[in-house]
């Protein structure tokens, strides 16, 4: 272990946490937020979408709070929240719901009005259109912010490295300073990229599983397009 | 039936989509909305299933109104079609189909036989039940529609320019199949199309609109043909309404002749002596090959090369009086040939006996018509 790595995996005592350890909080502080977020988002943005005239002063709302920045935020909420994870949760949080919101919103408005007159007049209730028609079309909508917000809470936690410790895998930068061991940055660096990258992967492939039913990139077809009938059997684009 | 009986539409910005509408929509036929864009078809058609409520008046289904019924049970009890079909893009074909079925309650696999069956009866091949919307063309998409509608039975069928944004032959297609399915389950069918030659092809009954969503006119299509109710009915109609109405007169009392019809390889003898300009050549089982003049056949024989083309046969009764014409005008020498439903020539008939035919027709519906009054 004294290569160019040398004390990759050391994690000085004072964080109080394993290097797995670490990267379970670091999941815990970004990920739960984005939940929240979501939970909070889907009833906001059906709210927004049957009434629309609430949807830009929320926008409006939502694009203010996503200006302050992160550290001001932490700041402010030390008040509310004392030295808790809740203080890096909370903005994180809010910044998920920012994200998610609109995406929310632009999915389930980009339900073709011929599909929601359908689903209408085959006595379908609002309730259960939301549900089963509206909600899944918006899926890809869903996901798409689902990823912004997911990659970008999982950088920030680190931010609240700078208000007490409580940035976890961020922390070891401070630890990398304190005890002079730049090993500690580039793993806090490297560890942090890598979980964001797989859990947007997850997010993509969750989205794939989700949606059987959409064209392949690129090979979207209109879908008022008439083609000459008996058409050729179209293969399946995935 | 359903009974629109006195009905207005008022939109909140104060635009009058329907004033006063009255109409008795019969049982088990085609009645069809037609009118110019604006005119308030769609929104008299989703008032019938109460997508929108009517302003003032009521509407009436086999004598009880609408609005005395469950508004999910009334809609469930009539089928919608759209244009564009409004499938759901995230469901298989298979489960488009099963939707209503599914929500009255029935079992998944009981509500997804329907669906084949019913996947069957619009034409669509069993293979593409597992297919998602965005894999069919237009037309499959519409025939989905179609299917769907058409799931759990229901009575009632309305139809909002379903054919509208496919292409000719494939309207054309969509439009048989419509008929054939209608005569094996007698809907109720409401219609909405802009189109008068759709609204003249399916309807039992047209109800022509005019802007601003009042009645113009409301009869079977051989009556809107012969007698418009007014000059906005007659533009509306186009041009050629008088070509058009021959479609409604059958063409099995048109007197043929087979004088002129030889087979190829007949005898000089045979060829001459009929008078007619024009020899009509068919194959030894009798389909048609094409005209020729007497000496000519006379001369070479029947070289299948040098004849004149027969334009497109019609066979008497089960074409129209326009199909008949149409043959004898697209024909070069004037003269249309007959054939039997395997294609052999009965007989040809000339410009002049159609026309005769046209104006014992005409006369003869006016005579039914004094009759009738
Ligand atoms: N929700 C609405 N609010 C206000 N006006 C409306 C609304 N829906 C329709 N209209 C108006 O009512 C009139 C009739 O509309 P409708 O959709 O019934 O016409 P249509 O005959 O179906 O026309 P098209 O052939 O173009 O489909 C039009 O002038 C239209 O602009
Ligand atoms: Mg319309």
Known sequence: MNGALGGFFDIPSDLQHSYPGLIGLHLREALLPVLAGLLLALPLAQLCVRLRRLYPPVLAVTTVLYAIPSLAFFVVLIDYTGQTELRVMIPLAVYSLVVLVPAIVDGVRSVPEETLAAATAMGFGPVRRYLQVQLPIAVPAIVAGLRVATVSSISLVSVGALIGNQGALGNLLAAAQKYDRPVLAVNSVLTTAVLAILCDALLVLARVLLTPWMPAAGRRRPRQAAGPEPARPREATR | ?373
Not at chain 2, 280 to 292: C, E, M, N, Y
Not at chain 2, 319 to 326: E, F, G, H, Q, V
Request: a neutral charge.
């Open chain 2, 1 to 373: 039936m359903i009974r629109i009986e006195e009905v207005t539409k008022r939109y909140p910005d104060g635009t009058v989509a329907v004033d006063r509408l009255c109409l008795e929509i019969p049982d088990r036929a085609i009645t069809v909305l037609v009118g110019p864009s604006g005119c308030g078809k769609t929104t008299t058609l989703r008032m019938i299933n109460r997508m929108v409520e009517p302003s003032e008046g009521a509407i009436y289904l086999d004598g009880a109104d609408i609005r005395r019924r469950p508004v999910t049970a009334l809609r469930r009890s009539m089928g919608y079609v759209i244009q564009n079909a409004g499938l759901f893009q995230h469901r298989t074909i298979l489960d488009n189909i099963a939707t209503v079925p599914r929500m009255l309650g029935w079992g998944k696999r009981r509500a997804r036989e329907r669906a084949a069956e019913l996947m069957e009866r619009v034409g669509l091949d069993a293979s593409l039940a597992g297919r998602y919307p965005y894999q069919l063309s237009g037309g499959q998409q519409q025939r989905v529609g179609v299917a769907r509608a058409l799931a759990a039975d229901p009575p009632v069928l309305l139809m909002d320019e379903p054919f509208s944004a496919v292409d000719p032959v494939v309207r054309k297609g969509l439009q048989d199949e419509l008929l054939r399915i209608q005569d094996e389950l007698g809907k109720t069918i409401v219609f909405v199309t802009h189109d008068i030659d759709e609204a003249i092809k399916l309807g039992t009954r047209v109800a022509v609109l005019r802007t601003g969503g009042r009645l113009a006119q409301f009869a079977p299509p051989a009556e809107l043909l012969s007698d418009p109710a007014d000059s906005f009915v007659e533009d509306f109609l186009g041009a050629d309404r008088g070509i058009r109405r021959l479609s409604f007169f059958p063409s099995d009392g048109l007197e043929l002749t087979t004088d002129p019809v030889v087979r190829a390889g007949a005898t000089a003898e045979r060829t001459g002596g009929f008078g007619a300009p024009y020899l009509l050549v068919t194959d030894a089982q009798g389909r048609p090959l094409g005209w020729s003049r007497p000496q000519d056949l006379a001369a070479g024989g029947a070289d299948p090369g040098r004849l004149l083309p027969y334009g497109r046969p019609f066979v008497p009764g089960t074409d129209s009086l326009r199909a008949a014409l149409d043959c004898a005008v697209l024909s070069p020498t004037g003269w249309a040939v007959a054939v039997d439903s395997g294609g052999r020539v009965t007989g040809v008939v000339s410009q002049q006996t159609i026309g005769e035919a046209i104006r014992g027709a005409h006369a003869g519906e006016r005579a039914a018509g004094e009759v009738a009054r």
